[in-house]
């Protein structure tokens, strides 16, 4: 009995790492949006193309990802974590400046600045919490959702290259 307990708990951290591992590439693409909104500013890029290409990621990205966070991870860790309810704050701050249509430059400012900082929050924070607060039978993303694929679609203005 026992080694069938080890057995089901090796094959649970293998599925928390892999969850682990597919929000971080998520991040690391995200980031990667904070690299070019700062690459456009600094190549004097129109403004609005920058903005365009931001408020698409968001939509066809981002939003995909925060409902991933909210409704797969963030209620094993419990809505009144003190670090969900953050998160959840910085995902409505977000949308704030990506529905902004005004001040587009102050609005990128903020996108890249807020971006970041929650991806690093999350990284530092909720991933360990995860890890320390999850059971080791619990798992968090199965298999179809792990090998869904929603960063493939295409944008045709990549005025960062």
């Not at 995200?30 to 909104?37: G, H, K, R, T, V």
């Not at 939509?59 to 094993?76: C, R, V």
Request: hydrophobic residues 40%; proline residues 2%; contains cysteine.
């Amino acid at each position: 009995m026992n080694s069938h307990i080890t057995i089901i708990n090796e094959e649970n951290k293998i599925n928390l790492e892999k969850t682990l591992s597919f929000l971080h590439c998520h991040h690391v693409q995200s980031l990667e949006l904070c690299s070019i909104i700062r690459m456009g500013i600094r190549r004097n890029i129109d403004l609005n193309r920058i903005k365009n290409y931001a408020d698409w990621y968001y939509t066809n990205k981002l939003i995909p990802h925060f409902q991933i966070e909210k409704e797969y991870i963030f209620p094993n860790l419990g809505m009144e974590n003190v670090f969900v309810h953050k998160v959840l704050i910085q995902h409505r701050r977000l949308a704030k400046h990506f529905i902004k249509k005004n001040e587009v430059e102050k609005s990128l400012s903020r996108i890249e600045d807020d971006l970041e900082t929650l991806i690093r929050f999350e990284e530092k924070n909720i991933f360990n919490a995860i890890r320390n607060i999850f059971p080791t039978y619990q798992i968090l993303l199965n298999n179809e959702l792990l090998s869904h694929e929603f960063y493939n679609q295409e944008w045709d203005d990549i005025f960062w290259q």
